[in-house]
T-cell receptor, first 114, second 118 residues
Framework: AQTVTQSQPEMSVQEAETVTLSCTYDTSESDYYLFWYKQPPSRQMILVIRQEAYKQQNATENRFSVNFQKAAKSFSLKISDSQLGDAAMYFCAYRKGNTDKLIFGTGTRLQVFP | GAVVSQHPSRVICKSGTSVKIECRSLDFQATTMFWYRQFPKQSLMLMATSNEGSKATYEQGVEKDKFLINHASLTLSTLTVTSAHPEDSSFYIC??????????????FGQGTRLTVV
């Protein structure tokens, strides 16, 4: 069975600094997708970034980038130039290629200090 | 971008009554939608997969008679919590994946419904 592990329940960063959130996963599949979702206090889940497993290049979306280490089954999220609005719960998620079902990690609460 | 709308955002009901939560895809057709439950400070746990025109697929441990799912059209799925009890109080979230390749392969989520059973 596939699992997603986020080992950091809480992280904090100072505004304008960089922070990295960790995520590891376990799967025997070769075709899959990985995602980072943000859940602010409003509880609305927002897609931050996605990575296709077959792509070697790390995904980047503005200040958000990932470090995808396929062999190590690691998928960390780097937030550069952190902003107060980045404060939220961040969930790492896995999806097998031919399905729609998402498997979520336990989440990391990110605090951003001015 | 793809929008999924969930209604109501908050509901309080009396123990023993039923509550219906709606999930709509506003600008795309979703043959499959998903219902999650999230306890305070915890992750999202998939409850069931809602399939348009057929029976929902429930995850292990989820009572199908308690959590009735209906996906009668390509844009609407409903979750009915029947004979609600205080332990059913939780945050319920629906999601759907847009088939449009330009919108990526991530799921889009509704705003969630906070259910409180008193």
């Amino acid at each position: 069975a596939q699992t997603v592990t986020q080992s950091q329940p809480e992280m904090s960063v100072q505004e304008a600094e960089t922070v990295t959130l960790s995520c590891t996963y376990d799967t025997s599949e070769s075709d899959y997708y990985l995602f980072w979702y943000k859940q602010p206090p409003s509880r609305q889940m927002i897609l931050v970034i996605r990575q296709e497993a077959y792509k070697q290049q790390n995904a980047t979306e503005n200040r958000f980038s990932v470090n995808f280490q396929k062999a190590a089954k690691s998928f960390s999220l780097k937030i550069s130039d952190s902003q107060l609005g980045d404060a939220a719960m961040y969930f790492c998620a896995y999806r097998k290629g031919n399905t729609d079902k998402l498997i979520f990690g336990t989440g990391t609460r990110l605090q951003v200090f001015p | 971008g793809a929008v999924v709308s969930q209604h109501p955002s908050r509901v309080i009901c009396k123990s023993g009554t039923s509550v219906k939560i709606e999930c709509r895809s506003l600008d795309f057709q979703a043959t499959t939608m998903f219902w999650y439950r999230q306890f305070p400070k915890q992750s999202l746990m998939l409850m069931a997969t809602s399939n348009e025109g057929s029976k929902a697929t429930y995850e292990q441990g989820v009572e199908k008679d308690k959590f009735l799912i209906n996906h009668a059209s390509l844009t609407l799925s409903t979750l009915t919590v029947t004979s609600a009890h205080p332990e059913d109080s939780s945050f319920y979230i629906c999601s759907a994946r847009s088939p449009s390749p330009t919108q990526g392969k991530g799921a889009f989520f509704g705003q969630g419904t906070r259910l409180t059973v008193v």
